[in-house]
């Protein structure tokens, strides 16, 4: 349930964030989204979680690592959401996908885990079908096709997959230690703040007062729902079942984002991104297999 849960979720996510990334400067974008998130999850911790979080003050290791895990994740948002800004909301999922090969091998390096969940034949074999069909979906797509923009936000966007890579082994190091949700809101928070200095030093902050109290709305509520399904469940996927198979649950994202990206934004796909959908959601469930990845 809970990757059927997040594959539905993030794929309304990503139209949500490709909106608001069209109305918003990337810094004030992620600036009120994780601010507005963090806020969310620190009230949550003040009901559940009061003893961990007063257990982070006396290790300063853990602050440390929350502060490490912060910069990361506010260097991915910032490349993702620019990328996203030139792209599309079905690209920005399904180049999602290129973090298994990176995630896959920092991995394997330092967990043992995670390197007894490639030893079989048929990840390797579902992994190709399903990256070659996610390449094959964002590149056959006419309305991509002849964005002048489309490289360079290809290019913010592999930049923010590399660091999303390396940021996933720290969640899973952390996670260790302290409850999925008060990592999310130390990261949230400490995000948002960095976000917020960048905004008021560069005088970027100025543009919020000048857009709708109902945009404005749209967006603290956005990064509610985009904490709560980005990092939130992909911090406990990440800790439960590992970082191999939260990178597969990546590959299924771009078709629930293609369908909701149709009906709300007028994203459209055509056959070939169809039949490649197909090969994604085939690849997805070869590398699923019990006797692979999840035994």
């Given amino acids: 349930m809970a990757r059927i849960s997040y594959i539905i979720l ?3 996510g990503f139209p949500i964030m490709r909106y608001m990334s069209l109305h918003f400067e990337t810094i004030n974008n992620n600036a ?30 853990l602050i440390i690592l929350l502060l490490l895990l912060a910069v990361f994740m506010t260097s991915n948002m910032y490349f993702f959401i620019t990328g996203l800004r030139y792209t599309s909301a079905v690209a920005g999922s399904v180049f999602g996908i290129l973090a298994m090969p990176s995630a896959i091998f920092m991995a394997a390096v330092f967990y043992q885990d995670e390197r007894n969940k490639i ?6 074999l579902g992994a190709i079908i399903a990256i070659m069909g996610s390449l094959y979906f964002v590149f056959s797509g006419e309305n991509l096709s002849g964005e002048n923009s489309f490289g360079y936000g290809a290019l913010l966007l592999g930049i923010a997959i590399f660091i ?9 190091y952390v996670s260790k230690e302290l409850n999925t949700i008060v990592i999310s809101t130390f990261t949230a928070i400490l995000s948002g703040m960095i976000f917020l ?30 904490m709560l399904t980005g990092m939130l469940m992909a911090f406990y996927i990440v800790k439960k079942q590992g970082i191999l198979v939260f990178n597969t649950l990546q590959l299924v994202i771009p078709i629930s984002t293609a369908i909701v990206g149709y009906f709300s934004l007028g994203e459209t796909i055509n056959l070939a991104q169809a ?4 090969m994604v959601i085939l690849g997805c469930v070869i590398i699923l297999k019990k006797d692979s990845v999840l035994k």
């Fill in 119 to 124: 030893k079989n034949i048929r990840f390797y």
């Fill in 10 to 12: 993030m794929g309304i």
């Fill in 197 to 226: 200095c960048f905004s008021l030093h560069t005088n970027s902050f100025s543009q919020l007062y000048n857009v709708s109290y109902i945009l404005l709305g749209g967006l603290v509520l956005a990064g509610m729902y985009g």
């Fill in 32 to 61: 009120v989204r994780f601010l507005s998130g963090g806020i969310l999850f620190l009230i949550i911790c003040a009901i559940r979680f009061r003893n961990e979080v007063y257990g982070i003050i006396q290790k300063p290791k």
């Fill in 164 to 172: 999303q890579s390396i940021q996933n082994l720290l969640v899973k």
């Fill in 275 to 278: 039949i490649s959908g197909l």
